[in-house]
């Protein structure tokens, strides 16, 4: 059998794609922080769906987080078919109000992970001439849509990253794609401390319907799949709006965090 790679793998669309992977009768490696929990969630995948399920506990904000997964994704012998770079977080208050330390953590798992994992999963994939990586984004990444908050440049590296890489990658037989959603409902607002309770019901998408939709986009060919019409409209609004007018639009707001 596949065996797929998740980051953040025990919530949200990290889990959405476990689940969704395991269905499709790949094998798992799921990476998160929480040991006992990551634990739990590879119990319950491989005893529904009857899959390997391996655990990597690991903070990809560290360097010796990231070396773990990198050297799992580079070992050939056992080869991983989908690489799923999930793991990410946004910070609550704005910039000014960080520590340099907070900052570069955001950066460290947003940026240089993604950057790392991806980098040692495409060494075993093109040499095999076939794989995927699916980098998760975010609709906030087209527009500076969050006053103060360093998650849509981060956000924006992920999705220009994704695009110019799996140009390259196709040329080998792999597939890199950036996946772009809007809001999506997860536990991970409420752990961050962020009240979204005034933000309109349309707004949101359910974790499988993202992960559905990217799935599809990845098989298409896809670099850059942004799932829903409404947040297509949406991203394209904040790629081309005028900046004056942009500013002027209400902060998208909220944290998320996929740890």
């Excluded at 689940?19 to 799921?30: G, H, T």
């Excluded at 390259?168 to 979204?196: Q, W, Y």
Aim: with cysteine; aromatic share 6%; hydrophobic share 45%.
């Amino acid at each position: 059998m596949p065996t797929a790679l998740v980051t953040g793998a025990t919530a949200g669309i990290g889990a959405a794609f476990a689940r969704r992977l395991a269905l499709a009768r790949y094998d798992l490696v799921l990476v998160a922080r929480g040991a006992d929990r990551l634990s739990d969630t590879a119990a319950e995948l491989a005893d529904r769906w009857t899959v390997a399920v391996e655990t990597i506990p690991a903070d990809l904000s560290t360097a010796e987080g990231c070396a773990a997964v990198e050297a799992r994704l580079a070992d050939a012998d056992r080869p991983v078919d989908m690489l799923v770079n999930n793991a990410g977080i946004s910070l609550h208050r704005p910039f000014p109000r960080n520590t340099a330390d907070d900052e570069e953590r955001l950066l460290r798992l947003n940026v240089v992970a993604v950057m790392r994992l991806t980098h040692a999963a495409l060494g075993v994939m093109t040499q095999r001439g076939r794989g995927a990586i699916v980098n998760v984004s975010s609709v906030a990444g087209f527009g500076s849509v969050m006053p103060g908050s360093t998650y849509p440049a981060s956000k924006a590296w992920v999705t220009n990253f994704s695009d110019s890489v799996g140009q390259l990658a196709r040329r080998h037989g792999v597939k890199v794609m950036a996946l772009c959603p809007g809001f999506t409902h997860s536990e991970f607002h409420d752990n961050a401390g962020i009240d979204m309770g005034e933000m309109p019901a349309f707004l949101w998408l359910d974790a499988d319907q993202v992960v559905a939709a990217g799935l599809r986009d990845l098989r298409r060919g896809k670099l850059v799949s942004v799932p829903t019409v409404r947040y297509k409209v949406a991203s394209a609004a904040l790629a081309h709006l005028p900046r004056a007018v942009l500013h002027r639009v209400p902060s998208m707001g909220g944290s998320r965090t996929r740890e």
